[in-house]
């Protein structure tokens, strides 16, 4: 299968472009830098910014699927990407007759979603941070899940927790909407995001996704999350280093 992934150098983006390849897939990576992604046999990059309609068409042309790992970090400022980024890619998937498309979404999208026995993050942390500090990124998450749900082709919403990495997939859990689970591993992310493209249970859904066999807590996930940022920092100062 050639699938064509959006931001496909971002943290999620990365991973699903290595299971594609690692499956056998054919990968069209397409990013603003996706020159940054080590030569791989079935890769090809392109730098593509969404917001370019004209040259998000083009990345999509000869796919048979297409996935959005679009992603911005937290803000307070208007964010656009999500919705503005699938409209492009919708139109270009009808241009060149491309008809499956996985984007990933967020579990806040979900109003239902109140993980149980997460008092302190239902309490505090999702008011604090989901609906203020990242507001802005969910509302527009929003918007794009209204866009997909107007669309004809083949769609799927795809809504895990709280992201976190790990080194391997796990015995993770799809469910319909959301899952009753705040947490969800990279690796596992992936891996549903890529499973959708065969299977036809959450075509024009919304599809949950939750890891329940790692252990983890608000405290160990912001600690993971700046281990994981300082590894890719370095290892991008050694690239840039090797090429000067």
């Known amino acids: 299968m050639r699938i064509t992934v959006f931001g496909a150098t971002g943290p999620t983006g990365r991973r699903v472009t290595a299971q594609a390849l690692d499956a056998g ?3 069209t990576a397409v990013s603003r830098r996706a020159d940054a992604l080590a030569p791989r046999a079935g890769l090809t990059v392109a ?8 040259a998000v068409a083009a990345a999509v ?7 959005s790992a679009l992603g911005v970090p937290p803000t307070r400022e208007r964010v656009t990407v999500y919705s503005d980024g699938v409209r492009n890619i919708l139109a270009g998937m009808e241009r060149h007759g491309v008809e499956r498309l996985v984007a990933v979404s967020s579990s806040v999208a979900d109003p239902n979603w109140r993980p149980t026995g997460e008092h302190f993050f239902n309490l505090v942390m999702d008011p604090l941070v989901n609906r203020k500090v990242a507001g802005t990124a969910h509302e527009d998450m929003r918007r794009m ?5 107007a669309s004809r082709l ?16 796990t015995d993770y859990e799809l469910g319909e909407d959301s899952v009753d689970a705040l947490y969800t591993a990279r690796t596992d992310l992936a891996a549903a995001m890529l499973s959708q493209l065969r299977d036809g249970r959450f075509v024009r859904k919304a599809m949950g996704v939750g890891t ?4 983890m807590s608000i405290p160990k996930l912001i600690y993971r999350q700046a281990k994981a ?4 920092k370095a290892a991008a100062a050694q690239k840039a280093g090797a090429a000067g």
């Open 229 to 232: 940022q300082r590894a890719e």
């Open 25 to 27: 897939h054919e990968v």
């Open 61 to 67: 042309a000869g796919s048979d699927a297409v996935v």
């Open 154 to 169: 083949d769609w799927t919403i795809v809504r895990p927790g709280g992201l976190f990495e790990h080194h391997e997939v």
């Open 145 to 149: 899940e209204a866009v997909l749900r």
């Open 212 to 215: 329940r066999g790692v252990k």
């Open 47 to 54: 730098n593509v910014d969404v917001a370019n309609a004209d």
